[in-house]
């Protein structure tokens, strides 16, 4: 691919609002990578639970950041040479991922790798700052939003099929939690960038919002 034709696409938006399902399609038709930056935050906390790391002692956290290597392969995310795909969905990593990612230290690792691996290729990339901070030249920008309710009724329901014994009421408490503290926190807020186009997925199927989305980028013949 000549450098011209390399294109970024960026998705932000709450938690269970649907992104990574849907970037993982849109990157699919167009045939270009998918980066899951969530799952980077993912990866740090669960090495920081493992480690059993008090997030208090900022030397430790530098310490163990610069003995982390995380990168993607065929769809996997790989923590220091392991998959943990699973490992990092656990409700105790999803809990720690939101704590750690409020660090300078660990936003500043992680958006220099997320940077680099934007910026070799074309890719769909999702998070909470993509489209403000990490790839702000992202040709595309899409803000995913959906009710509170239905996200926490697709989270409950993708927790059930995993065979995790869960409570509607927490799973709510919980994306209601995540959603103040990742749009309260000081550093890189989750926030809708002034030039990404806002999709409100409530009601709408994987497929629909995903149309949408080749729709706009076929717009601007990119595919
Ligand atoms: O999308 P997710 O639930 O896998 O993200 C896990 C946590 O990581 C979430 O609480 C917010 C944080 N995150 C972030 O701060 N910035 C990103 N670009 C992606 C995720």
């Keep these: 691919m000549k450098e011209e034709q390399i294109f970024q696409i960026a998705i932000d938006g709450p938690s269970g609002a649907g992104k990574s399902t849907i970037a993982q399609q849109v990157a699919k ?4 990578d998918y980066i899951d930056t969530g799952a980077m935050y993912r990866a740090i906390g669960y090495k920081i639970l493992e480690r059993k790391i008090n997030l208090d002692h900022t ?6 950041l610069g003995k982390t290597d995380i990168d993607f392969s065929k769809g996997n995310i790989i923590l220091d040479g392991e998959i943990v795909n699973d490992q990092i969905r656990t409700p105790e990593v999803t809990k720690m991922a939101s704590m750690c990612s409020a660090l300078p230290e660990v936003r500043a ?11 070799a290729k074309s890719v769909v990339m999702d998070g909470r700052d993509i489209g403000t901070n990490v790839l702000t030249d992202a040709r595309y920008k899409f803000f995913m939003t959906a009710s509170a ?6 989270r409950y329901e993708e927790l059930v099929a995993k065979g995790q014994n869960v409570n509607f009421d927490a799973v709510l408490a919980d994306i209601i939690k995540r959603d103040h503290d990742d749009s309260t926190r000081a550093l890189n807020p989750l926030k809708r960038a002034e030039d990404a186009i806002e999709l409100d997925t409530t009601g709408m199927s994987i497929t629909e919002v995903t149309e949408k989305i080749i729709k706009e980028i076929r717009k601007n013949g990119n595919c």
């Design 59 to 64: 030397e430790e956290v530098i310490d163990l």
């Design 29 to 32: 038709l167009l045939g270009i």
């Design 109 to 119: 690792m992680l958006v220099a790798l997320q940077r680099k691996m934007g910026q």
């Design 149 to 154: 309710q239905e996200r926490a009724e697709r």
